[in-house]
């Protein structure tokens, strides 16, 4: 089936945050997917580390040995940087504490026609 290549500039939004963060009782990773849902971004994909460490310096990791339960977490979406901006206010009330990143990127995209 032939495909179709879409191409043009986005945003990039990465927030960083811990896995055991939570919002209103939920873990706070599920949470943002579902705003982010409602907020009609186009996708979201969450991604749980393998080790990091943040401001505090402690040094999180899945090594058995150490048994860490508070891994790194980061959800990245891709959209167009008005939609981006909009979400980032709702964002603002969810995140207790981490990092939100944000950089232009040049997409292409492969739809089957």
């Keep these: 089936m032939p495909t179709t290549?879409?191409?043009g500039d986005q945003m990039c939004m990465r927030i960083y945050i811990g896995e055991k963060d939570k919002f209103k009782g939920k873990p706070l990773y599920k949470a943002i997917l579902?705003?982010?849902?409602e907020s009609d971004i186009a996708g979201a994909t969450v991604y749980r580390a393998m080790a990091g460490y943040g401001p505090n310096s402690y040094f999180r990791t899945v090594n058995i040995l150490s048994l860490s339960v508070d891994?790194?977490?980061?959800?990245?979406v891709v959209d167009d940087p008005v939609k981006i901006e909009k979400?980032?206010?709702?964002?603002?009330?969810?995140?207790?504490?981490?990092?939100?990143?944000?950089?232009?990127?040049?997409?292409?995209?492969?739809?089957?026609?």
């Design 5 to 7: 290549r879409l191409e």
């Design 34 to 37: 579902d705003y982010l849902k």
């Design 71 to 76: 891994l790194p977490v980061v959800v990245e």
């Design 87 to 113: 979400v980032l206010l709702g964002l603002d009330n969810m995140i207790p504490a981490g990092m939100i990143t944000l950089q232009e990127v040049h997409v292409l995209t492969y739809k089957n026609r």
